[in-house]
């Protein structure tokens, strides 16, 4: 028999902290028409004539903050976890790692797999919270490969694992060494996204934003709501450690242009905590599933300063569930789960 192939995928780094491969990581990343969704034209105007040659420079510093002697913090950590992964599967799964922007590529893994002769491939994209600008984009990159293939082996995706609870209670443990009770709010801070994407995953189109706090609770309806997601991602960390619901709060960072995305903004949280006089933060981003710049120097030290100068004292970031042995035999039973059904 075959090999069961398991396809682990990241969203991607740049190959080094330099502005030339930050460009073409950005340009690659900017141009996916499920992350800039506007017209072809509109988006080449916009990603190649503005936002990469003006945001390349800058974020290239930014890389060199968090960039040490083994290079990406999300790729270091990807590969951790994806040769975890192989070691606990053992050899009957064939286990690759691939990014969907740059290095290594998801053509590389998938022909890797193809060449291993694996019986059946299933897709993990490493985002907790569907999101068509993220998750979507992997299913839609592995379908065209894999499309064009002439023998198609079984090929499945997992869409979501928001409310894993392996997960959860890995991020609840990563926190257990604060002490999260002393903190005097906690923050729940996931990536941001446009909110024109959200109403545009509302099939129904009944429901995305259509009522104040409609997209902070997950019913049937809205099941693949990215905010709804992460909200039900925080109810449920916040209910492992016993933190009540006005303890902490959830918000959404890394905005990137001037379009609404979903709010509340990181930003105006912290604003608004300060001026209630809370001084201690404690913050988990679980849209993540290994530190990157996201939570390296956005939230560590940007957010940082900026609550330091409205009058704040700490901003303390819980670590991302990066090569957590439960983290590990969480994605080992996602996989054993999957393959038995
Ligand atoms: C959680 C999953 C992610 C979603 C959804 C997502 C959407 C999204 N992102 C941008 C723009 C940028 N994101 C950047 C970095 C970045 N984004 C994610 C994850 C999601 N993005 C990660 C894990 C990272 C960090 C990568 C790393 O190398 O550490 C960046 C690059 C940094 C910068 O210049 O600020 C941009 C740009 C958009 C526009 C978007 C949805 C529409
Ligand atoms: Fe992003
Ligand atoms: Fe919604």
Request: hydrophobic share 40%.
């Amino acid at each position: 028999m075959g090999k069961k192939g398991v396809l682990l995928v990241n969203l991607g780094t740049p190959d080094s902290p330099e502005v030339k491969d930050v460009r073409k990581y950005l340009d690659q990343f900017l141009m996916d028409e499920r992350v800039i969704d506007i017209s072809t034209l509109s988006r080449t105007l916009l990603v190649k004539g503005i936002i990469v040659p003006f945001r390349s420079p800058k974020t290239a510093k930014l890389y060199k903050e968090i960039w040490d002697e083994n290079g990406s913090p999300l790729l270091y950590y990807s590969k951790i976890q994806a040769a975890l992964v192989q070691e606990q599967l053992g050899s009957a799964y064939h286990v690759e790692l691939a990014m969907r922007y740059q290095s290594p590529s998801i053509e590389a893994a998938l022909e890797r797999m193809k060449a291993g002769l694996v019986e059946s491939i299933q897709v993990i994209p490493l985002f907790p919270q569907y999101a068509s600008a993220s998750t979507g984009s992997v299913i839609q990159k592995v379908m065209e490969i894999v499309g064009k293939w002439q023998t198609i082996p079984p090929v499945s995706f997992v869409n979501s694992f928001h409310d894993n609870e392996m997960m959860i209670s890995t991020f609840a443990d990563n926190a257990k060494k604060y002490q999260p009770e002393t903190y005097d709010q906690i923050l729940f801070s996931f990536h941001g996204l446009p909110e024109r994407q959200l109403k545009k995953c509302d099939h129904s189109g009944q429901h995305c934003l259509k009522s104040a706090d409609c997209c902070a609770t997950l019913t049937d309806v809205n099941k693949f709501c990215y905010s709804a997601q992460c909200h039900d991602t925080a109810r449920l960390i916040a209910a492992e450690l016993n933190i009540p619901a006005t303890q902490y709060s959830v918000c959404f960072q890394s905005r990137l242009g001037k379009e609404p995305w979903v709010q509340p903004y990181t930003s105006d949280t912290l604003k608004e905590l300060a001026a209630k006089g809370k001084k201690r933060l404690l913050v988990f981003c679980p849209a993540f599933v290994a530190d990157c710049l996201e939570t390296l120097y956005e939230v560590t030290v940007e957010y940082g300063e900026e609550f330091k100068k409205l009058g704040g004292e700490e901003v303390q970031l819980v670590s991302s569930l990066n090569d957590h042995p439960q983290w590990i035999a969480a994605l080992v039973k996602m996989v054993k789960e999957h393959h038995s059904n």
